[in-house]
Each structure stands twice: as structure tokens, then as C-alpha cells.
């Protein structure tokens, strides 16, 4: 995972989203059905490894994520530039702000560091090494929704499905074990990326993008960005991989 940092200029554009999401859900009746995630859990995913409660397991996986991260860090990967815009159902079982990685470079090493990770773990017979989706989840469905609520719902993640929150530069990826999404713990293996000084990064490159006159020209802005995105991804996996 790519942990949100509290106290950065991201940070704080995903706090305003979230809170203007969960003001919007309690006036439209539909609090009632989602489960907020706490903030200090936001985090950009890059690859899943779901570890079954056999003896000796999480030790396993452990080991093999030190020894891919370890290798992965012999290759100096360069930070990876991304940007969130977005709001949306994902998987039919939460609310999840879309992230979009800037150029094709980028892309090329988030796969080179799934290749790295997935080398190690698949032989353990855990995790799926499918395509990236990269997004940051805000909440979770955990009430079944009547038909009419959950197109109110709909049309409310609608508002927000071009909305630019913020960019970044992922510098690091840390291997996390996750009880459930509100009970984590501390990095067990981090793979740092480019230079320790990204904040001032983070800091340019949101200011950059939001340097635009009004809302309606940066809204424009993002669908272009997005669309972009979306090409990179189908000539790197195929049209079918941006679907999915």
C-alpha cells in the first residue's frame, strides 16, 4: 500500500471530499446504509495478498514480501506521479475515489513492482496478480439498498465522478497486514522510491493542477486527464483491462 500522509496538501483534498461526501449522504437518507472509513486509514492499494489463518502463514508472507521489496529496491524506481478524481461504487460493496497514475512510465513501474511482489508470493499459493485498480476506499456498503436509495445514491456519486481531488507522488510502498479495513498495522517492509523530498512534490504538482480559472475548465481538465489514463492502461493490457 501508498499511505496518505496527514498534514500534506493531498491529505487534507481527500479530507474535504470525504467530509462533504458524508454530509451529502446523511442529507439524502443513505447514512444510514455505508460504513465511513476512519481518515487514517487512506491509502492507495497496489496488490492484495489475502492470507488464510493457517499456522505460520503471515510469517511466510512476510518473508517473501522483505525479500521482493528488498530486490525491487535494487533497482532505484522512481517516485510514480498520480492523481484522484472521481467517486464511484467499486466491486458493488463500496465507495471509492479512483486513482490514476499521470504518464506511462509511471504504470510500467507499478507493474514492475506487482511483478516483484507477486515472484515471491504466488509460489505460497496467495494473491492474484490481476490488473491495477488503483483507488483510496471511503466507505463500505453493509446494509442491503431498495432499488430507489441506491439509484438516490448513484446519482449522488454522479456528481463527483469527474471531481479532481488532488495529486501525488507515491514515494514509497509499505507491506501492511489489515485484521479489517479499520485495524492495521504498522509498515512490516517498506520499498522507498526517487528522493526521501517528495512533499514539496505533492505540494507542486496539486497547485499545478488546480491552476485553472473556475471549476468548469479544471472539471474539463480531469475528463482529459482521465481519458488519458484510461489509454495508457489499453495499450499496456488491452481495451477489455480498462473495463475491468
Excluded: C
Excluded at 189 to 194: C, I
Amino acid at each position: 500500500v501508498n499511505w496518505a500522509v496527514p498534514g500534506t496538501r493531498f491529505y487534507a483534498q481527500l479530507m474535504a471530499l470525504y467530509e462533504e461526501l458524508r454530509q451529502v449522504l446523511e442529507q439524502q437518507g443513505l447514512s444510514g446504509y455505508v460504513s465511513l472509513l476512519p481518515p487514517e486509514t487512506f491509502h492507495t492499494t497496489i496488490a492484495d495478498i489475502a492470507v488464510w489463518p493457517q499456522e505460520g502463514a503471515a510469517q511466510k508472507i512476510i518473508a517473501a514480501g522483505r525479500k521482493a521489496l528488498g530486490s525491487l529496491s535494487q533497482e532505484n524506481i522512481p517516485a510514480v506521479k498520480m492523481f484522484a478524481a472521481g467517486l464511484s461504487i467499486s466491486a458493488a460493496v463500496s465507495i471509492a475515489l479512483r486513482v490514476h497514475l499521470q504518464d506511462q512510465t509511471g504504470l510500467a513501474n507499478i507493474y514492475k513492482i506487482r511483478q516483484g511482489m507477486f515472484n515471491e508470493f504466488e509460489p505460497l499459493g496467495v494473491g492474484t496478480n490481476g490488473n491495477f485498480i488503483g483507488h483510496i476506499t471511503f466507505a463500505y456498503l453493509v446494509k442491503d439498498i431498495p432499488p430507489a436509495d441506491y439509484r438516490k445514491l448513484k446519482d449522488v456519486l454522479l456528481r463527483y465522478e469527474n471531481r479532481f481531488v488532488g495529486a501525488f507522488d507515491m514515494d514509497k510502498v509499505e507491506l501492511r497486514t489489515f485484521d479489517t479495513m479499520a485495524a492495521w498495522s504498522e509498515p512490516l517492509v517498506t520499498l522507498a522510491l526517487g528522493s526521501h523530498a517528495q512533499f514539496p512534490g505533492i505540494i507542486r504538482n496539486a497547485r499545478a493542477v488546480t491552476k485553472f480559472a473556475d471549476r468548469a475548465e479544471a472539471e474539463a481538465r480531469v475528463v482529459e486527464q482521465i481519458a488519458t489514463a484510461r489509454m495508457l492502461v489499453a495499450n499496456t493490457l488491452g481495451a477489455d483491462a480498462v473495463e475491468r
